[in-house]
């Protein structure tokens, strides 16, 4: 049976984005930000980019990687790969049913 919504809080757009930049592998803040302007073409500012880090981490979805310079890269949790295969099912549901009920309407 799927988790219902409020044991995974409010999942924001930002949330998801980062999870799935992450999804592809470790990175640090500014290489998160590029990746998902090129995949989303939603271009997020640093604050944003960070509050949504601390939220996630508090979660345990994500996780700092230990690393030698300066820049702090995060990595995916099993629970956050869980929560984003999750949140893209339940967007592939609302784009089926968005999808059928403007066709309903007919051509436009």
Known sequence: MARKSQELGRFTDVALLVLISLAEGQKHG???ISDIEEFSGTSLEPGTLYGALMRLEERGWIEPVASAERRKP???????????REQLATLRRVEQTGVRRSLAWGPA
């Open 30 to 32: 500014y290489r998160m």
């Open 74 to 84: 995060y990595r995916i949790t099993d629970g956050g790969r869980a929560a984003l």
